[in-house]
């Protein structure tokens, strides 16, 4: 994973609420097999607004992008992520994120930054109107601050700052405990007898499909 | 000295923690891992790079859902190329990987949380995931049920567990008995448009409450199904006489001894007197009604007897321009009583409303009338299972005497992945969960409400209170 330590850049504003994945990234492009190449379809539906804020060409560029509450909403596809970061963002700014989200977006290197709803406010307002607005996102000093003397701290679970700070991936981080899930497991399953198991057998239809 | 209380999530967190390290998530155990076509390719992909094995293919289910045709024709030549690869594509991972596989042609196909329950392979106490956020539904029968991306598919696969920092808990109660023409589609709508589309994010909701305790399994899954459209992590109903009824003789449900053991455990299960939660909400069943949205996301609803709300009544101004927003899109004004709006399609189906109770509720309503000439009307069953015991109860023939298509099982327009989808500008009477912009197809508009309401609109052409409703004899249609 791509680590993120400090990042300054262009802000996109995109002052709306409970923007949900299903906006992110609509239905036809989660029949792809691959985990690349999601960035042409961000927002597909939006874009086709040509006063749409991604279609402005002073946004350009961008790798920091602000919005108001819930950001992430809805669908748990992963692709959302995946299209926010392969169009090039790094940062997400808003007052709240839907949990899912918040965990699909740790595991794609992209830095969520939770603030009050006033200083995303600010934020949007000045973006909007500022050219060339740019904020500086440190996650090693977590902070957010511009040229105009906006300055804000954020906070962020530890575990999930060291995981971006150094790129660590969670299968890996989880793996450590190997040796605990190997006693853990044989006695879950002794105790939890009665948990899955479907048979083994294959309830295919190959014969019907070939 | 007494133990301490604990809620049904509390019991079976703590029974599945592998580990707690500090300053760190815990790391969660995973019953049962469900999987689907969608969100499963590029997980089993990053096994294979990483040189990494299906830690456990028996806790592991797969089936064919999101994409799938819902015609016969459709199905056995699936005309979308991207599609039938992502579909093939899970074929040959269950193959490799040794996952059992309930494929198109099977009879126990459908949608991935309607069969987890019928085939008995959701149990109560157990941790289960799935790369959808409607996982929640396994949630009614007490189980911790919830929605993953990618990433988290494939780090389950790896090790069986998952790294979960600890949600905090919801009592949400309904007390009373529901009124008539109350469905359990109602309680949920009802709840997301109290507390809204962000009301529950980090927490795990509990529902409880003698109107969640009077309803069926069915009943349960559709509410802890929209959980998530809550925000929650999770919902939970703790089981009781009625989940074991429910499993009883279902194909992977214990049997003999080992069902009174097993019943006896799910017995400690619920919440002890005196366990506390972080928060709690109690809704008198007498304050609810059928409901209708009337935006883009589940928390803008309102009884089907009210008016498209004002604007000006949000409460900040980011909320007020999210509104007028969602009324443009839905091509509707302020004043409008949502009963004279009307309708162009009506879908039934999803795993919020597709199991045999919603279509006995719907065709309950259409015995006897006609769909609406202008009115296009499909319904399409959670499973190969419900569909067939549909068709054995004669529902199929209510339906199609009466205009409906019938379909075969999947997702279908709840989202849209496959054939199934709305034009632009159509308005959609449908029993799903969600009503995002453009989610049943670009430029579709989208009311969710109960399979009684739907099929109500389905009939007359515009919104209707099913309270209301003329509930004619089948013979006349002979």
């Not at chain 2, 959808?132 to 919830?146: E, K, P, Y």
């Not at chain 2, 429910?246 to 455990?265: H, I, M, T």
């Not at chain 2, 004669?394 to 199609?400: C, E, M, N």
């Amino acid at each position: 994973m791509q680590s993120f330590r400090t990042l300054t850049s262009g802000v996109l504003p995109l002052d709306r609420v409970n923007v949900d994945t299903d906006q992110i990234i609509p239905k036809q492009f989660l029949k792809r097999i691959e985990r690349t190449g999601y960035g042409e379809f961000l927002f597909f539906d939006w874009r086709k607004d040509p006063a749409f804020e991604l279609n402005n060409p002073r946004y350009k560029g961008a790798q920091i992008l602000v919005a108001a509450k819930n950001f992430g909403c809805g669908s748990s596809r992963e692709h959302a992520a995946w299209a926010l970061s392969n169009y090039g963002f790094r940062c997400v700014i808003a007052p709240s994120f839907a949990d899912i989200f918040h965990s699909n977006a740790g595991k794609n290197g992209i830095l969520l930054v939770t603030l009050p709803e006033e200083q995303v406010q600010t934020l949007l307002d000045r973006a909007a109107k500022t050219d060339s607005y740019s904020l500086t996102v440190s996650l090693e000093d977590q902070t957010v601050r511009d040229a105009q003397g906006f300055s804000a701290s954020f906070s962020i679970d530890p575990f999930r700052r060291d995981c971006l700070l150094q790129g660590l991936d969670d299968i890996a981080l989880s793996l450590r405990h190997a040796g605990e899930l190997d006693t853990f497991e044989q006695q879950h399953d002794a105790a939890f007898w009665v948990a899955p198991k479907p048979h083994a057998a294959q309830h295919t239809g190959e014969a019907a499909q070939a | 000295m007494a133990e301490k209380s604990r809620t049904l999530f509390e019991k079976v967190w703590e029974s599945h923690l592998v580990a707690e390290p500090a300053n760190e998530p815990a790391l969660l155990y995973i019953d049962l891992h469900l999987v689907h076509e969608v969100t499963s390719p590029q997980a089993f992909e990053g096994l294979r790079l990483s040189g990494r094995k299906l830690r456990r293919p028996d806790r592991t289910v797969a089936t064919i859902d999101h994409n799938v045709p819902t015609t016969l024709e459709g199905r056995v030549n699936i005309q979308d190329v991207i599609a039938a690869k992502q579909i093939d594509t899970l074929r040959k991972n269950c193959a490799e990987f040794g996952v059992t596989l309930y494929d198109i042609q099977s009879a126990e196909q459908g949608i991935v949380h309607v069969i987890g329950p019928e085939l008995g392979i959701t149990k109560p106490g157990m941790t289960i995931v799935c790369g959808d956020s409607h996982t929640s539904t396994h949630g009614a029968f007490g189980a911790l049920a919830f929605g993953i991306g990618t990433s988290e598919v494939e780090h389950v696969m790896a090790t069986q567990c998952l790294p979960q920092s600890r949600p905090k808990t919801f009592r949400i109660a309904v007390e009373g008995e529901l009124p008539e023409g109350v469905t359990a589609k109602d309680v949920t709508l009802g709840i997301i448009g109290r507390i809204g589309t962000d009301g529950a994010t980090g927490c795990v909701i509990e529902y409880a409450g003698s109107a969640i305790r009077a309803l069926s399994m069915e009943g349960r899954m559709t509410v802890c199904n929209m959980s998530i459209e809550a925000g929650a992590r999770a919902g939970m109903i703790a089981p009781d006489d009625t989940t074991f009824a429910y499993l009883k003789g279902l194909e992977f449900s214990p049997e003999g001894a080992d069902w009174d053991k097993a019943v006896a455990e799910w017995r400690e299960l619920p919440s002890d007197p005196g366990a506390t939660y972080d928060r709690e909400l109690v809704i008198p069943a007498i304050e609810l009604a059928p409901y209708v949205t009337w935006g883009t996301n589940p928390g803008m609803v309102i009884a089907v007897t009210d008016v498209v709300p004002d604007p000006a009544a949000a409460e900040s101004d980011s909320d007020r321009r999210g509104f007028e927003r969602a009324l443009e899109y839905m091509d509707l004004k302020a004043g409008t009583p949502i009963e004279e709006v009307v309708i162009d399609r009506v879908f039934i189906g999803s795993c919020t409303n597709s199991r045999i109770e919603d279509l006995r509720a719907a065709a309950k309503v259409v015995a006897g009338h006609r769909v609406n000439a202008r009115v296009r009307a499909m319904v399409v069953p959670g499973s190969q299972k419900v569909k067939a015991q549909a068709e054995s109860e004669g529902l199929d023939q209510i339906f199609r005497a009466a205009g409906f298509e019938w379909r075969e099982p999947g997702c279908s327009m709840c989202l849209g992945m496959n054939p199934d989808i709305l034009s632009p500008g159509e308005r959609c009477a449908s029993t799903s969960n969600r009503n995002f912009e453009g989610r049943q197809g670009q430029g579709g508009r989208t009311h969710l409400v109960s399979p009684m309401m739907a099929a109500a609109a389905a009939i007359t052409g515009h919104f209707t209170d099913v309270r209301t409703w003329e509930f004619k004899k089948e013979e006349v249609l002979a």
